[in-house]
Nanobody, 126 residues
Framework: QVQLVESGGGLVQAGGSLRLSCAAS????????MGWFRQPPGKEREFVAA????????YYADSVKGRFTISRDNAKSTVYLQMNSLKPEDTAVYYC???????????????????WGQGTQVTVSS
């Protein structure tokens, strides 16, 4: 199993940027697809972005496409989420998650990810 710790959240004004990091431990990281999810206040957790184990494939929710970029550095066992042009509706707790099952298609359902971090709060003020 992969252990995950998110960092980089905070308070930012609309239009600003943040970069989230997810530090992983465990040998399964290098062969795990990774995802970022978020849970806005009072709402259910939703998919944000995913990246394949090699970094060669990525997939984004329509709501963040063109503004957010997911990347990974396997040598550092870290996944990143660069968030630009932030909007108040991006306010949420952001979670990273690992899918070690070597699937052909990147997954968007939270139930298909095995390991989760504790989350980091992102607040975007208007």
């Amino acid at each position: 199993q992969v252990q995950l710790v998110e960092s980089g959240g905070g308070l930012v004004q609309a239009g600003g940027s943040l970069r989230l990091s997810c530090a992983a431990s465990g040998r399964a990281f290098r062969t795990s697809a990774m995802g970022w999810f978020r849970q806005p206040p009072g709402k259910e957790r939703e998919f944000v972005a995913a990246i394949s184990w090699s970094g060669g494939r990525t997939y984004y929710a329509d709501s963040v496409k063109g503004r957010f970029t997911i990347s990974r550095d396997n040598a550092k066992s870290t996944v990143y989420l660069q968030m630009n042009s932030l909007k108040p509706e991006d306010t949420a707790v952001y979670y990273c998650a690992a899918d070690p099952n070597l699937r052909q298609i990147l997954r968007t359902l939270s139930s298909e990810y095995d390991s989760w971090g504790q989350g980091t709060q992102v607040t975007v003020s208007s």
